[in-house]
Structures are given as structure tokens and as C-alpha cells.
């Protein structure tokens, strides 16, 4: 590459790098949306704060999933199997700290709610993370 296309090339793919977390957080948003109504209406049905977190983190996970695949990472002919394992265990890794953290802090007198909410940013640091640099480090 010529010298002096050098630093366009580093430019483009700063912003590249930056429309695909601006996707991943719009993303990981909906996927919140969802995960926190269905931890509300579980909540709200009566039950446990840390089972109400895994059915909500669930939910918001296949959202997630099929957000993810079509406009955040570029699968190009679709995901591949090892993808499609490593997002199921980065999930793993992030519904393992919001349960964690709702657990414990709802025990210590935390509403659920605010709990959960406690998480989200931890997770979605976490998950971004394995994602970006392992699942689809490639992409």
C-alpha cells in the first residue's frame, strides 16, 4: 500500500470499528428491551429474582442472536457452528454475571429491578468483548 494511503486505511478502519460497536449497542439495546420486560413479567408473576433474571437474559439472547447475524458482525454466507458456539457461551458468561449480581443483590435488599439494571453494564462489557475479539474476531 502506497505511504500515503496509509493513514486513510488506519481511519477507516477506526470508524469501521466504531459503526460496528454503534450496531452492537443498538443491538444489545432491543436485546434489553426484551430481556427486561420478560424479567418484569416473570418478576411480577411471582418468581425468584435470580429465576426471573435467566428467563429474561434468555429471551434477550435470541433476540440478540438474530440481531447480531444480520447487522451488527458480517457473517458473510451466515454463521458458522463454532459462531454460533462461542456466542451461546459468551451468553453463558453474561447471564452468569447478571444472575450472579441480581442474586446477590437482591438478597442484600436491592429491588430486582434496579438489580438487574446493576448488571446490564458489566455484562454487555464482558460479552462485547469475547465477542468482538473471539466469536467473531474474523467477521
Known amino acids: 500500500m502506497p505511504e500515503r494511503l496509509r493513514p486513510l486505511s488506519i481511519m477507516l478502519r477506526a470508524l469501521i470499528a ?11 439495546i432491543c436485546a434489553l428491551a426484551g430481556d427486561m420486560a420478560l ?10 429474582p435470580m429465576l ?16 447480531s447475524i444480520r ?8 454463521p458458522t457452528h463454532a459462531q454460533r458456539a462461542g456466542f451461546v457461551a459468551s451468553a453463558l458468561v453474561g447471564m452468569g454475571i447478571a444472575v450472579a ?16 439494571l446493576a448488571s446490564v453494564p458489566v455484562g454487555f462489557l464482558c460479552v ?5 475479539y473471539g466469536v467473531f474476531a474474523r467477521a
Open 52 to 67: 426471573a433474571a435467566f428467563g429474561g437474559y434468555a429471551g434477550g439472547l435470541l433476540l440478540h442472536w438474530m440481531l
Open 128 to 132: 462485547y468483548a469475547i465477542r468482538k
Open 39 to 48: 424479567f418484569l413479567a416473570l418478576d411480577r408473576l411471582g418468581i425468584a
Open 18 to 28: 466504531r459503526l460496528m460497536f454503534a450496531r452492537y449497542l443498538l443491538a444489545s
Open 71 to 78: 447487522f451488527v458482525f458480517d457473517t458473510g454466507a451466515g
Open 101 to 116: 449480581l441480581v442474586g446477590s443483590l437482591s438478597a442484600i435488599g436491592m429491588a430486582p429491578a434496579i438489580a438487574k
